[in-house]
T-cell receptor, first 114, second 114 residues
Framework: DTGVSQDPRHKITKRGQNVTFRCDPI?????LYWYRQTLGQGPEFLTY????????KSRLLSDRFSAERPKGSFSTLEIQRTEQGDSAMYLC????????????FGPGTRLTVT | SQELEQSPQSLIVQEGKNLTINCTSS?????LYWYKQKYGEGLIFLMM?????EEKSHEKITAKLDEKKQQSSLHITASQPSHAGIYLC??????????????FGKGTLLTVNP
């Protein structure tokens, strides 16, 4: 396994459309995280899963956003009725357990809403 | 909420020079992470520091954690063009240090001139 993968890498959509991103974590990692990063800022936490359970959601995650991790493997992040303010890099990370081990990030999906 | 301030915001050095990047937290640090990011790409995990006084090295990069000062420093010795990128510090913002929510600084943009 070479690391966390994300698909697509780039997405351009028109305002009001729905988009869905996919993240495949490192296979033995039971935790999966979503972050959002805008230009000139560090990543901001959106949500995380332990196995298939979504355990926390940031206030940044409005009701237009939904994330799933069926069967505790890959995860999807859907944005409904996209707005220009949703334009950002969406990063997925995974880790094994808690504490001592770092979160390993994927290459990100860059979303542009026109 | 925890905030991380990185300094400097940007840094230009000549190849072969040493440099230091600092990261200061507004709250107690349960864990401090250093990542590197190439523009438009995901984050590459460098190292994690957990205990006060801890120091870790990876190739020519050394990081230290000063728990009392709530500060970490990243030092690069004999910089090379391959060190260029954005360096981000992240801290475990989850309660009890359970490593599920990282908060990040805004990053330090490093340019290494050959």
């Amino acid at each position: 396994d070479t690391g966390v993968s994300q698909d697509p890498r780039h997405k351009i959509t028109k305002r009001g459309q729905n988009v869905t991103f996919r993240c495949d974590p490192i296979s033995e990692h039971n935790r999966l995280y979503w972050y959002r990063q805008t230009l000139g800022q560090g990543p901001e936490f959106l949500t995380y899963f332990q196995n298939e359970a979504q355990l926390e959601k940031s206030r940044l995650l409005s009701d237009r956003f939904s994330a799933e991790r069926p069967k505790g493997s890959f995860s999807t992040l859907e944005i409904q009725r996209t707005e220009q303010g949703d334009s950002a890099m969406y990063l997925c990370a995974s880790s094994q357990g808690q504490g001592a081990l770092g979160q390993y990030f994927g290459p990100g999906t860059r979303l542009t809403v026109t | 909420s925890q905030e991380l301030e990185q300094s400097p915001q940007s840094l230009i050095v000549q190849e072969g020079k040493n440099l230091t990047i600092n990261c200061t937290s507004s709250k107690t640090l349960y864990g401090l992470y250093w990542y590197k990011q190439k523009y438009g790409e995901g984050l590459i995990f460098l190292m994690m520091l957990q205990k006060g006084g801890e120091e870790k090295s990876h190739e020519k990069i050394t990081a230290k954690l000063d728990e009392k000062k709530q500060q970490s420093s990243l030092h690069i010795t004999a910089s090379q063009p391959s060190h260029a990128g954005i360096y981000l510090c992240g801290a475990d913002a989850s309660s009890g240090g359970s490593n599920y929510k990282l908060t990040f600084g805004k990053g330090t943009l490093l340019t290494v001139n050959p």
